[in-house]
Every structure is written in C-alpha cells, then in structure tokens.
C-alpha cells in the first residue's frame, strides 16, 4: 500500500508538467485521473476473489509491478493515447493493491481492533495526499 500510495501523490505532482510537455488541456488531464478511479474501481471488483485463491502478497506485487509499469509508459508517452493506457494500467494497479490487501493484512493481525487500524490507516493515507505533494514539488 505504501507504494501505491507514493505513486498516486507524485502523480498529483508531475500531471502538470506532463500536460506541458504533451500540450494537454486541463480536460485531457483530468481525464487521466478519472480514467485512473475508474480503472481502480474495475480492478478492486475483480481482484477481491483472487486473493483468496492466490494469496495477498503475490497479488500485492503484481500491483507494484503494474504500478511501475504504468508510470513507466507516461515517462515515455508522446500522446494522449498513450497517457490513457497508462492510466489504465496504473489505476489497476492501485486497485489492486491499495485498501483491499490492507484490509485482508489488517484483519489478520488485528483480532481486536481492526476497524480502528483500518481507520487509522485510511486516515494516514488521506493526510499524506494532502501533506506530502508541496514538500515534494519543492
């Protein structure tokens, strides 16, 4: 999850810069970001059944590798098109690898609880969105 949650912070950061280079429009790049959600919604619905039959750390990794991937295809892009595969790409890795593994880690290792930490790791996420992307720009 912490990578997945660096990743979608400096997202915020570099998605200016990325419409500068590309000559997006500010609609273009906001729908990077919702292809991004939508994408993260499709995948938190299909991968739920498959870490019961592949197990939480495979299905963990193979969201950082989407994840890397992703951001490694709009290092490279030079189009729009290309901006919305990665998109696509990252958010499925986000999906797949944000709250529901650390739900599922979460209930293991709290039998008591487990819906504070779960909350507590919620909210530590929402405030690093918040706090980190001015520190990192400078």
């Not at 990578?3 to 500010?26: G, H, N």
């Not at 919702?34 to 991968?47: G, K």
């Not at 890795?93 to 880690?105: C, K, T």
Request: aromatic share 10%.
């Amino acid at each position: 999850m912490l990578l997945s949650t660096a990743m979608v912070i400096l997202f915020s950061i570099f998605l200016t810069p990325l419409m500068k280079s590309l000559q997006l429009s500010s609609s273009q790049g906001s729908l990077l970001v919702s292809i991004q959600n939508i994408s993260s919604m499709i995948a938190m619905l299909v991968v739920s059944p498959l870490y019961k039959k592949i197990g939480v750390c495979k299905i963990a990794y193979a969201a950082g590798l989407l994840l890397s991937f992703g951001y490694f295809i709009y290092s490279q892009a030079d189009s729009i098109i290309q901006c919305h595969l990665a998109a696509i790409i990252t958010g499925l890795g986000f999906g797949a690898g944000s709250l529901i593994p650390v739900s599922i880690l979460i209930s293991v290792w709290f039998h008591k609880k487990g819906g504070l930490a779960l909350g507590m790791a919620s909210a530590c996420t929402g405030i690093a969105t918040i706090i980190f992307p001015p520190i990192f720009s400078k």
